[in-house]
């Protein structure tokens, strides 16, 4: 069986499910063709049509997930500007505030401040992830008490 020849036979198939998925003509075309584009690439042999059918259509549905995944992030212009919550504090006034904080508070939120997520947090301080986010609550909730208050 010739591959290249039957992915053009069941190309309306193909077509069809995706635009199914994908409720858009051009898109779905696009998705269509670079999952054909995966299954050439294979160089792999399929014992019948319906094989090939079945592999045909579980490539199209992941491509449209990978697309949808790829064009759904945001981009730098669409994140929205958010006010700041301490505006006018110079590093000095921070850092007091900070100093003032307990041990555990300053430092999940330093890790915080480092870019780790709740999960990295939690591991690294040995803790559960739940005492962790209660712990920044908390944590962010007295610092704002602290700056304001």
């Not at 003032?100 to 709740?118: M, T, V, W």
Request: glycine content about 6%; hydrophobic content about 40%.
């Amino acid at each position: 069986m010739n591959v290249r020849e039957e992915l053009v036979k069941i190309w309306p198939q193909a077509h069809g499910f995706a635009l199914k998925k994908t409720r858009d003509p051009d898109i779905a075309e696009d998705v269509v063709m670079e999952a054909f584009a995966k299954i050439i690439a294979l160089d792999r042999t399929f014992d019948n049509k319906k094989h090939l059918l079945g592999y045909m259509i579980l490539t199209v549905r992941s491509t449209v997930v990978d697309y949808y995944r790829k064009n759904n992030r945001y981009s730098d212009e669409e994140v929205p500007d958010v006010a700041d919550p301490f505006p006018g504090g110079s590093t000095y006034e921070l850092q007091q505030i900070f100093e003032k904080l307990s041990k555990d508070c300053r430092e999940i939120l330093e890790l915080f401040g480092l870019g780790h997520n709740y999960k990295k947090i939690a591991k690294k301080l040995e803790i559960p992830i739940g005492t962790v986010m209660s712990r920044m609550a908390r944590c962010r909730k007295n610092f704002t008490i602290l700056y304001n208050g």
